[in-house]
């Protein structure tokens, strides 16, 4: 007979005194530990007060493709919705880890979710979109840009994008409405465009054409 390995009769003779290292859920609550990666769930406001501002970033980098990015360029005022998927979400934490204000979405201690319903078991986020007052393609969310400018600070009137969507975030302009007329001209430079309709206003006015 094998003589038995004196760690597991180690391990035995504790687990007599001391009780099993197992819990007792689901009779008793359990509290997982420090670090512990549960349900990922978007954050409104952070420790900062800035949280998600919907660049999909998290998104990108999530190797489940568990978060799902929907613009609805439609809706009025058109809004960017984030969705992430708990049953497909292999809790890697990437998402929380890759998060461009580092307090978007966080990994919470919960690890409860038994659902007998799939679509109830998801998280998600909205944000309001910016698009291109010329061709209404889309440039970001007004939370995104508006943070982005206060991070900028003066260099930030570098880019009217930024500063017209800043100052209207802070009712300083007045909103702003997809839409302007082809040629676009030197003077809508002082407009809300996309990179592609910006570079078009340069050219324009350098080239002529
Ligand atoms: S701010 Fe963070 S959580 Fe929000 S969309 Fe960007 S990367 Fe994702
Ligand atoms: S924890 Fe991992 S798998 Fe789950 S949503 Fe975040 S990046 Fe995707």
Redesign the pocket.
């Known amino acids: 007979m094998k003589k038995p390995k004196l760690r597991e009769l180690k391990e035995a003779i504790r687990a007599i005194f001391r009780g099993p290292y197992t819990t007792k859920f689901p009779f008793e609550p359990h509290e997982p530990p420090e670090g512990f990666r549960g349900r990922p769930e ?1 954050q409104q406001t952070g420790p900062t007060g800035v949280g ?8 990108e980098v999530c190797p489940a493709i568990a978060i799902e990015v929907v613009d609805d360029v439609d809706a009025n005022p058109p809004v960017r919705r ?1 969705t992430i998927h708990h049953d497909k979400c292999i809790f890697c934490g990437q ?1 929380e880890l ?4 580092g307090e ?2 966080k990994l919470t201690k919960q690890y409860d979710m038994v659902t007998f319903d799939r679509s109830t078991a998801c998280d998600s ?1 909205e944000h309001e979109l910016v698009l291109c007052q010329s061709c209404g393609a889309v440039i970001g969310t007004r939370k995104h840009l508006t943070w982005l400018a206060e991070k900028l600070g003066a260099k930030a009137y570098a880019n009217p994008t930024l500063i017209l969507t800043a100052d209207g975030s802070a009712r300083l302009a007045e909103p702003f409405a997809t839409g302007v007329e082809e040629p676009l001209a030197r003077n809508e430079l002082m407009r809300v465009l996309c990179p592609a309709c910006r570079r078009t206003v340069v050219i324009r006015e350098i080239w002529g054409r």
């Open positions: 978007f998600c501002v919907g660049c999909k970033a998290c998104a984030l998402c890759n998060c461009t204000t978007g979405v986020i």
